[in-house]
Each structure stands twice: as structure tokens, then as C-alpha cells.
Nanobody, 122 residues
Framework: QVQLVESGGGLVQAGGSLRLSCAASGSIFSINAMGWYRQAPGKEREWVASITSGGSINYVDSVKGRFTISRDNAKNTVHLQMSSLKPDDTAVYYC????????????????WGQGTQVTVSS
């Protein structure tokens, strides 16, 4: 079974920075893409950023220039460096591993982490 564990959330003042990390564990052969999503209270979960195994990166417009996603393929980890944080960035941030190929499981599957809270105070 694949597990994703996030860390690095917390409380920060507007304009501050936080670094989120996510580590995937299990009998993993490969992960196609890793990404971050967030869900604010009363809102739908939204995609924030993603990075493929080949290094292709995309961001939602609202975080471009402020957030940086990076990945270590050998360690199956993904990070999200968040700077110039705004109160609107307050949400539970979830890590997602897409297209995961593991030992003993047929086909590729997606997995989610449990989420980490990010709170930005004004």
C-alpha cells in the first residue's frame, strides 16, 4: 500500500513563507506526477501545482510567482515552497501522487495524503 505523509504546515503572518513536504512510501516503482491541492473552508478542493517525473511544472494562476514546487524522484518526495503568503492561501493542503505503479498492484493508481493545515493571518 502507498502512503503519503505531508508536513510543514502551520500558522504564518501575511507576507511570510512556509515549506510543505510530502513523502510517498510503499513498494513504488514509479510516480507519473506529484502535486498539491488545497481546500479552504466552505470551498471545493482546488489544484495548486504539479510536477511530472520529467520535470514539467504547472501552477494555478493565483500562486504563480509566489509558490515553487520541486520533486526528488529518487526519494518520492515533493515540496511546495510558499512565499508572500496571503490570507486567501489559508486552507488544508493535500499532496497527490498520480499514476503510481507499485509492486503487486495492476495498473497505475492515484493516492492522496491526509492534508496539512496552512493558516495565514492578516
Amino acid at each position: 500500500q502507498v502512503q503519503l505523509v505531508e508536513s510543514g504546515g502551520g500558522l504564518v503572518q501575511a507576507g511570510g513563507s512556509l515549506r510543505l513536504s510530502c513523502a510517498a512510501s510503499g513498494s513504488i516503482f514509479s510516480i507519473n506526477a506529484m502535486g498539491w491541492y488545497r481546500q479552504a473552508p466552505g470551498k471545493e478542493r482546488e489544484w495548486v501545482a504539479s510536477i511530472t517525473s520529467g520535470g514539467s511544472i504547472n501552477y494555478v494562476d493565483s500562486v504563480k510567482g509566489r509558490f515553487t514546487i520541486s520533486r526528488d524522484n529518487a526519494k518520492n518526495t515533493v515540496h511546495l515552497q510558499m512565499s508572500s503568503l496571503k490570507p486567501d492561501d489559508t486552507a488544508v493542503y493535500y499532496c497527490k501522487a498520480q499514476g503510481v505503479l507499485t509492486a503487486g498492484v495492476l495498473g497505475h493508481h492515484d493516492y492522496w495524503g491526509q492534508g496539512t493545515q496552512v493558516t495565514v493571518s492578516s
